[in-house]
């Protein structure tokens, strides 16, 4: 079940440019906005959040203020907890705006984009449109109403669902593979999203018996598809507990021999996070599990410290390059550099190398021409449920037969 965003119905505009404060202004009135709030600092533009009780929608704010500048005002927005949206406007250097950014999201506020001055009316429309579009995690509600007993039953009952995201190989743009991603169906608040139930699961000692839960249900319909020829290579996320676990590759191949399933049609899936703390027994655990013939895949490649560190001490298969750089890479210099210095790294050790989060043409292309192999994301297509799975591909696949055709 998927539903639309509701128009924003409180804006708040923080900058001392009263020229710009006016066009925005105008902007935002014209888009029905009901509650607009104009403040010229970030003294002032406090007082109207405290006014508010925190209860508004979207927050545009300048860098360059005068008294407390933009950056002030973002960690003052930190400890009083807001969750409202967050673009930031500035005429500053890039590097300044980025890391505004990455200190806003270091505050776990929700930034959702920035724009750069003097201001492009259709850029601010792009981002605000971007705001009002259908979203995957179904019920906002849902995180006020389900609890951490909801989501262990939910993880007992089968109620926790593989969802799978296709890979498609950039060469011949077919289908050579999915993401198996982790979906509440809740039975009163219908699916809720990973952004949700994941934390909680990771703060409440959850996340190994939501990585068997996801496991099993994935090798049940892989074993499923095997029948009807279907056979794609699935990547699914292992959790840190399982790389504690030493007879977790025997129990592995045991349970792919007993569906007749080949151990390389499984990917498993780690995030740099997850192996910060290098010990003997996780790296005994993943050489093991690539000698079985599974493969072995660093997510999020290029978001942690010690990325290039963890490539020579484990024996990863596959690389993905985590989707901010893709998605950054066509105006930002060091999410380029990095995609392409990741490219080159991945392709001298011999690693598949996916892009993530690819979502507009011009990024597919960018990545065509980057060399990588493998494209997820809305680009190609979002999560679904398993049972529709087969039929996409199917489908999918015969569009670019025709079009391959037409071409020709």
């Known amino acids: 079940m998927t539903e639309t965003d509701s128009d924003l119905n409180s804006v708040l505009i923080v900058d001392d440019d009263p020229i710009l404060r006016a066009i925005v202004e105008v902007f935002f009135q014209k888009r029905g906005v009901q509650h ?8 002032s533009a406090l007082e109207i959040v405290d006014e508010q009780d925190n209860k508004i929608d979207f927050i545009l704010c300048d860098l360059n ?8 005002f973002l960690r003052h927005l930190k400890d009083r907890n807001f969750l409202g949206r967050i673009a930031i406007l500035s005429g500053a250097h890039a590097s300044v705006v980025k890391s505004a950014g990455n200190l806003a999201e270091a505050h776990k506020l929700n930034i959702v984009g920035t724009l750069a001055k003097p201001l492009n009316i259709r850029n601010l429309e792009e981002l605000v449109g971007q705001l009002e579009t259908p ?13 951490v007993h909801d989501l262990k039953t939910a993880l007992m009952n089968g109620d926790v ?18 993401e198996a991603l982790a979906r509440w169906l809740h039975p009163q608040l219908g699916i809720i999203g990973p952004n949700f139930f994941i934390p909680m699961a990771q ?4 996340m190994g018996l939501l990585t068997e839960c ?3 249900r994935t090798i049940d319909l892989m074993a499923e598809w095997r029948q009807q020829n279907f056979t794609p290579k699935v990547s699914v ?3 840190a507990e399982t790389l504690n676990l030493i007879d977790f590759p025997d129990e592995m191949a045991a349970r792919m021999a007993a569906a007749q399933l080949e151990c390389a049609s499984m990917v498993f899936e780690m995030t740099e996070s997850q192996l910060l703390v290098r010990s003997s027994m996780s790296s005994e655990i993943l050489a093991r599990l690539r000698i079985m013939g599974f493969g072995v895949s660093i997510d999020d490649f290029g978001t942690g410290y010690s990325n290039i560190e963890q490539l020579r001490e484990f024996p990863f298969s596959e690389l993905k390059i985590d989707q901010s750089f893709i998605r950054e890479a066509s105006h930002d210099k060091f999410a380029r550099a990095s995609v392409e210095a990741s490219t080159k790294l991945g392709k001298h050790l011999d690693l598949n190398l996916v892009a993530e989060g690819v979502e507009t043409e011009e990024e597919w292309d960018f990545v065509a021409k980057s060399g990588i192999d493998q494209v997820q994301g809305y680009y190609i297509a979002k999560p679904m449920p398993a049972s529709e799975f087969p039929g996409w591909v199917q ?3 015969g569009r670019v037969r025709r079009q391959v055709r037409q071409s020709g």
């Not at 607009?36 to 003294?43: F, S, Y």
């Not at 995690?137 to 609890?147: K, R």
């Not at 799978?164 to 289908?175: E, L, S």
């Open 135 to 147: 979203s995957e995690q179904a019920n906002p509600v849902a995180p006020v109403l389900a609890t």
């Open 214 to 216: 996801m496991i099993t």
């Open 395 to 397: 489908e999918y696949e």
């Open 203 to 206: 703060q409440n000692a959850l």
């Open 36 to 43: 607009l709030h104009i403040a010229d600092d970030g003294n």
């Open 65 to 72: 203020m005068p008294e407390m500048d933009g950056i002030q």
């Open 237 to 239: 996320n292992l959790s």
């Open 161 to 178: 669902v593989p969802y799978f995201q296709p890979k498609v190989d950039v060469a011949t743009r077919r289908v050579n593979g999915a």
